[in-house]
C-alpha cells in the first residue's frame, strides 16, 4: 500500500492575527454542528477533508456551518445565485475596521452598541453586520439597492434572537446614491464600510468568474453555470473604480 500523503494544517498567516479562521476550518468539528455539511465533504488530492469549493451548495452549507460555530448565528441562508461570501476574508476586513477605529480611540477597540456603522451594500448575506455585531457588538444599518437582497437579509435578521435588535436594513432606491435616504436626520455613523460591486461591467465581471474557474482547475465553458454565485448589481456598476477608490 502507498504511504498516506498527508498535509499538515498550515496556519494561513495573511489573515489578521484576531481572525478565528487562521487554523483553516475544523470539518470534523463544523459536521458536528452542521451534519448537512457531511455530505459534502470529501478527501482531496492531498488526502486531506475538504469541500468543492466550485459548488455553490457546498459552500453555503460550509457558511452556515461557520456563521453557528463562530458567530453563534442559527439561521442563515441566501437567495439563489446570491453572492456567497467567503467568511475568513469579511472577517478580516471587520478586524481592520476595529482597528481602525481604535486608533482614534486611544489604541483600545471601542465595542458595545454605542458604535453605530453604515454597511453600504450589505448584500442578502448580511455578512459585515453579522460578524460586527458578534465579535464587537456594534449596532448596524444595513443599505442595499436590490430589494430580494433587503428582504433576505431581513429575514436573517428577524430568525436570529442575538442581531434582531441591533442590525437594521435599509432599500436604498437610486443605485446612484450612496448616503443620500437611508440616513435619517440627526443619524451619526462612527463607521462607513463597503464592499462595493467589483467590476465595472459586465464583460469584466465574466473575465472575473472565469478566472477563479481557472484556479480551480475546471472547464472554463463550465463557469457561467456554476460560478461562486453573485448576481448581476452584487458584482458589477458603472462606477464601480469611482466606489473602489473612494474618489
Ligand atoms: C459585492 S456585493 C457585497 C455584498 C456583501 N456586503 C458582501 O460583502 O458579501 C455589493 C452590494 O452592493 C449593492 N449596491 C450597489 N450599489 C449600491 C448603492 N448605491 N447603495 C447600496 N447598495 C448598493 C449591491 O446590490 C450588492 O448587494
Known amino acids: 500500500m502507498p504511504p498516506e500523503i498527508k498535509q499538515p494544517p498550515v496556519e494561513k498567516t495573511n489573515l489578521h492575527p484576531r481572525n478565528l479562521h487562521r487554523q483553516g476550518y475544523d470539518l470534523d468539528l463544523l459536521m458536528k454542528i452542521t451534519p448537512e455539511l457531511t455530505k459534502f465533504v470529501k478527501p482531496n488530492k492531498y488526502d486531506t477533508k475538504s469541500i468543492n469549493f466550485s459548488d455553490p451548495e457546498a459552500v453555503k452549507t460550509l457558511n452556515r456551518a461557520l456563521l453557528k460555530q463562530y458567530y453563534r448565528i442559527k439561521h442563515w441562508d441566501i437567495p439563489e445565485g446570491y453572492l456567497c461570501p467567503p467568511i475568513p476574508g469579511r472577517a478580516d476586513y471587520i478586524h481592520y475596521m476595529a482597528d481602525l477605529l481604535a486608533e482614534t480611540n486611544g489604541g483600545t477597540i471601542p465595542k458595545g452598541e454605542q458604535v453605530k456603522v453604515l454597511d453600504v451594500g450589505t448584500g442578502a448575506n448580511c455578512v459585515y453586520p453579522i460578524i460586527g455585531n458578534s465579535v464587537y457588538g456594534w449596532e448596524f444599518v444595513g443599505t442595499d439597492i436590490d430589494p430580494v437582497a433587503i428582504t433576505s437579509a431581513n429575514e436573517i435578521i428577524t430568525k436570529n434572537n442575538k442581531i434582531k435588535d441591533s442590525i437594521i436594513c435599509r432599500l436604498q432606491t437610486n443605485a446612484a446614491d450612496v448616503f443620500k435616504r437611508v440616513i435619517k436626520q440627526d443619524e451619526v455613523f462612527d463607521l462607513t464600510i ?27 465553458s463550465q463557469a457561467p453555470v456554476l460560478n461562486f454565485g453573485g448576481k448581476n448589481n452584487e458584482l458589477w456598476c458603472k462606477g464601480a473604480r469611482r466606489l473602489l477608490s473612494g474618489a
Open 194 to 220: 463597503c464592499n462595493p460591486p467589483f467590476h465595472a461591467s459586465w464583460q469584466e465581471a465574466q473575465a472575473g468568474t472565469n478566472r477563479k474557474w481557472d484556479n480551480l482547475n475546471n472547464a472554463k
